[in-house]
């Protein structure tokens, strides 16, 4: 079955930087695009990023462009998010979702992790 | 991309339909058959419960539907039951191939 398995998050100072990483199993992982979508405490949830199956095409959420990058590493079926010059604001639960391929939905998503940026 | 505009809150007694509207523009929800809903319990990841518009995936119940008109969005639950009682949240491709998220809609059953 489908698994999402998120790490890496944590406490980080603002203005440092953190990698979050997303371990899929249960489907071939190069040939679904992947997601990112955060919800900050209390909040709704916000589209962050999606990488293309292949790696090449990238969409970033207009918060984040600029900091964020997304990337994977199909040998290692690992999706990752570098998350730099972070905010207060970007303090929140990160998941990883899964493309359905070629579509425009997430039929499945990992538990999540928690970032926190505080001083 | 501004967020898809839901009511913060809808209810209803078990057994009543309750519809949650989705608002966005003719640059998301308007303008693409690309809307799904995701349900969320307290401290638990998103569930998807209707794609395309009004399509439910293997396991969800029918008494989840969906529908669109112009630039809103709905999903109904029809026999509202105890369990029913969660977030939900629309979403819809965009016309520069991001994605948007609604406000959410928190569902409590009276």
């Known amino acids: 079955q489908v698994q999402l398995v998120e790490s890496g998050g944590g406490v980080v100072q603002p203005g440092r930087s953190l990698r979050l990483s997303c371990a899929a199993s249960?489907?071939?992982?190069?040939?679904?695009?992947m997601h990112w979508v955060r919800q900050a405490p209390g909040k709704g949830l916000e589209w962050v990023a999606v990488i293309w199956s292949g790696g090449s095409n990238k969409k970033y959420a207009d918060s984040v462009k600029g900091r964020f990058t997304i990337s994977r590493d199909n040998s290692k079926s690992t999706l990752y998010l570098q998350m730099n010059s972070l905010r207060a604001e970007d303090t929140a639960v990160y998941y990883c979702?899964?493309?359905?391929?070629?579509?425009?939905?997430?039929?499945?998503w990992g538990q999540g992790t928690l970032v926190t940026v505080s001083s | 991309q501004s967020a898809l505009t839901q009511p913060a809150s809808v209810s209803g007694s078990p057994g009543q339909s309750i519809t949650i509207s989705c608002t966005g523009t003719?640059?998301?929800?308007?303008?693409?058959?690309?809307v799904s809903w995701y349900q969320q319990h307290p401290g638990k990841a998103p569930k998807l419960m209707i794609f395309d518009v009004h399509n439910r995936p293997s396991g969800v119940s029918n008494r989840f539907s969906g529908s669109k008109s112009g630039n809103t969005a709905s999903l109904t639950i029809s026999g509202l039951q105890a369990e029913d009682e969660a977030d939900f949240y629309c979403?819809?491709?965009?016309?520069?191939?991001?994605?948007?998220f609604g406000t959410g809609t928190k569902v409590t059953v009276l």
């Open positions: 979403s819809s491709y965009t016309s520069n191939t991001t994605r948007v």
């Open positions: 003719s640059s998301d929800v308007g303008g693409y058959n690309f």
């Open positions: 979702a899964k493309d359905p391929g070629v579509r425009y939905y997430f039929d499945y």
């Open positions: 249960g489907f071939t992982f190069s040939d679904y695009g």
